[in-house]
């Protein structure tokens, strides 16, 4: 039976198919300890959403009318955190359970009997909504009611909440409607929520091949208009979104989203520009396979480190910089520097890669040349740097249908496997001996104040 309340719809326990046996423990614990202590404690946002979905959620955020302060005063394994917006985080064993009060996202003028000192803090509504000239939040931290916390989450499917007190299903926002029909829909005018936030733009495209929904036609129109925008975003933060699209497991689907709505060319301008050319009469296909290949090992539940994932998806357009270097007499390694220096310089103001990223990002396709030199100096210490795996693979998958490059990764993969040094095999030794190695003459160095052995005699 549902039920309507103010605004809102409750759906009982038994309308419902979410089990708690699916839900954390932990979780499940903190629910239970805010609602034995008189709060209000509900999941919200995309557990509920996995749960009704039958998927497996990634974390359980909670939301009560309790404030940071209450929280911590009931479990002594609390921490908070944030300055701008207090959260508490809850520590257990292998878990953190995060617990925000709900928040309001609506302007409020402070009413002055509220702002009186002694009033609870979550029923105080300072003015603490910041907005730039074009409408961006920059900050937003004013404590709100249930509703208030629905409404100024991103999409309708985003905002559900499951309550402690009677296990049901609270939706402010329709989103149940869109979940069973497959829709991510804005909450309120898209317009405004993407000028609020543009970064809610590539949450919209993640969940819609995530979850395999499509993006309503007023959220998508106002997305495909306002993509240019996305470039307002802070850049560390949109390399975080673009790192959840591409291991999402549905990057490729991603990918295809971002182009048809126009985000792709927006937050790379060059990189895309050079995926529409041909090379050499060639079109680019690498890209399109290596977001294929990423989306098997994720969907394998293998993990795809950060550097390998953007030298899979960025490798040959940094091959193709270096390759510019080299004809203009760059040596090999220096050419490498100069395209990822090339590379870093022209994508990280708008989406920003954390210069270790860039530089392990680097390793990974300068030490291609390592893996020729067989055996060549100390194996064993190559075989031994903390991103060899990633160097192989990075091989493997590239260029690894060739058939000299496979049999010199089965001698390394040989290698890394024993303990003894493995034999060369006499046609890899050619290529051994085709690149001699220098070997530097070691002079002895002279000590002048020591005495020579033949003084003193
Ligand atoms: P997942 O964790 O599976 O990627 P999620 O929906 O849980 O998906 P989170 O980033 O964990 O995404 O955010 C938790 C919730 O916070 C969302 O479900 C949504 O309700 C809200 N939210 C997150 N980002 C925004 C945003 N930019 N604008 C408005 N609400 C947001
Ligand atoms: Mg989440």
Redesign the pocket.
Known sequence: MKKEQHSSVIIARQEHGISRKLMSPNALRVLYRLKDNGFVGYF????V??LLLGRE???F?VVTNATPNEVKRIFRNCRLVGRRFRLAHIHFHDEIIEVATFRSQAPDDPEPEQLEAGKPEHRQRHVRMLRDDDGMILRDNVYGTPEEDAL????TV??LSYNIADFSIIDYTGGLADLNAGIIRTIGDPDV?FQ??P??ML?AV??AA?LGFTIEEHTRKALAAAAATIVRAAPPRLYDEML?LLLSGEGAKCYDLLCQTGLFAALFPDFSSWLGAESEGFPHTRFGEMLDYVDSRIQQGDKVSQPLLLALIFGEYIDEKAERFRRQGAPWQQSVNAAVAEFMGETCPVVMIANRVGMALRDIISQQMRLKKIPGRRPETFISRHDFNDIIEYCRVTRGDKKEVGKQLDWWAAQAEQQAPVPVPPELMRETEALPRKRKRRRRRRNPNAKSGTEGI
């Open positions: 919200v946002g995309g557990c959403r996995d959620p990634k974390d955020d100024r989450r991103d999409f985003n905002s929520r609020e936030d970064v809610r949450r993640r969940f995530q959840k």
